[in-house]
């Protein structure tokens, strides 16, 4: 009777963590933490900041755990502290290149932040602009005005990656491929 119980529990638990209910929500959570569509951070991540960037200076600056009571004991620290020694003027010189990395990576962290932030008012201002156009006549509806532009090129394929949008450019330049 205790195996049957235990296996009723066992078969309650995964229909729990393995529902459609519960995989859906797991979904979603994981889809929280991703960026939105057009750059930036998502909302979670913007409220949580320079968590990462935080943690790691916390590594860097703290070093490595110092060892407990060395197993063959005084030998064992005497070759310790002769090692450490020798190879202090490199320990200093790698943790100058980790704080350097760790500074150049929370500016470039930064610069793309400020980038995605550009596009996403470009993004917008594009939007207006062609809606603007738009209401003068210039353009269908639901088009942008740029979509029926190519410069005496001709047009693309409707369907990608079809054979004939792969041989495109070889039909541009007058080459085959196949």
Same mark, same amino acid.
């Given at each position: 009777?205790?195996?049957?119980?235990?296996?009723?529990?066992? +078969?309650?638990?995964?229909?729990?963590?393995?529902?459609?209910?519960?995989? $859906?929500?797991?979904?979603?959570?994981?889809?929280?933490?991703?960026?939105?569509?057009?750059?930036?951070?998502?909302?979670?991540?913007?409220?949580? $900041?320079?968590?990462?960037?935080?943690?790691? #200076?916390?590594?860097?600056?703290? $070093?490595?755990?110092?060892?407990?009571?060395?197993?063959?004991?005084?030998? +064992?620290?005497?070759?310790?502290?002769?090692?450490?020694?020798?190879?202090?003027?490199?320990?200093?010189?790698?943790?100058? !290149?980790?704080?350097?990395?760790?500074?150049?990576?929370?500016?470039?962290?930064? *610069?793309?932040?400020?980038?995605?932030? +550009? !596009?996403?008012?470009? *993004?917008?201002?594009?939007? +207006?602009?062609?809606?603007?156009?738009?209401?003068?006549?210039?353009?269908?509806?639901?088009?942008?005005?740029?979509?029926?532009?190519?410069?005496?090129?001709?047009?693309?394929?409707?369907?990608?990656?079809?054979?004939?949008?792969?041989? #495109?450019?070889?039909?541009? *330049? $007058?080459?085959?491929?196949?």
């Amino acid at each position: 009777m205790r195996r049957g119980a235990r296996g009723e529990r066992g +078969q309650a638990d995964v229909r729990a963590r393995y529902s459609p209910d519960a995989a $859906g929500a797991a979904m979603a959570e994981r889809l929280a933490h991703l960026p939105r569509l057009g750059g930036g951070l998502s909302p979670r991540a913007a409220a949580r $900041g320079d968590g990462d960037a935080a943690r790691i #200076a916390r590594r860097v600056r703290s $070093g490595p755990v110092p060892p407990r009571e060395p197993r063959f004991g005084r030998p +064992q620290r005497f070759a310790r502290r002769a090692l450490l020694r020798l190879i202090k003027p490199f320990a200093a010189h790698q943790k100058m !290149v980790d704080e350097d990395l760790l500074r150049y990576g929370v500016s470039a962290h930064a *610069r793309l932040d400020d980038l995605a932030g +550009q !596009v996403d008012v470009l *993004r917008a201002q594009l939007e +207006q602009g062609s809606e603007f156009m738009a209401s003068f006549g210039s353009a269908a509806r639901g088009r942008r005005w740029w979509s029926g532009r190519n410069d005496g090129l001709p047009a693309a394929p409707e369907e990608p990656w079809s054979h004939a949008y792969n041989d #495109a450019p070889s039909r541009l *330049r $007058g080459t085959r491929t196949r």
